[in-house]
């Protein structure tokens, strides 16, 4: 069962964006009737970033020393208490990297979001989890496709995706210093 779900998650990592949308769009916005939503999106970004935080997870709880969890088995500790106390604390550091990374990335992503939550144009905030809104990589492609006088919107157009960047950028940057200070408090 195992290796069936790691060859799964694989599997859905080699997945394009587009597909991730269009599951989407089939599943949550039209299937379930959520219509397009911040909650069609946000479930289909969460799919779309899992396979990223599930092999980082993986990859973290196997850097933990076999050691750790022989010696705490030894004295007595229990399989929960192991796992608890001494592995999921030492592969801190690289599930947290893993679960920004995976947010970073959909914060980049235009499809997925483009078929199951944004708007064109909204005048008003979201007032629930079933409203359209506007995201920053949409906003790019409508400038980008939409109009007559593209070139108008050229200032615009860089200026958005240099907010998006920033961000994106932003949130890989705190990956990495939570991963280092984490690891700076590592004791092996």
Known sequence: VIRFLKVGINCLAGVPSVVFGLFGLGFFVIFLKFGSSILSGSLTLGFLILPTIIGASEEALKSVPQTFREASLSLGVSKWQTTYRIV?????????????????????????????????????????????????PYHIYVLATAGTNIEATRPIQFGTVLVLVSVVLGIDLIAIIIRSYMRRNKRW
């Open 88 to 136: 999921l604390p030492n592969a801190m550091p690289g599930i947290l990297t893993g679960s920004i990374l995976g947010i970073g990335r959909a914060a980049g992503e235009t499809a997925p979001i483009m078929f199951t939550a944004a708007a064109y144009f909204t005048a008003k905030l979201p007032g629930s989890i079933f409203d359209e809104v506007m995201a920053l």
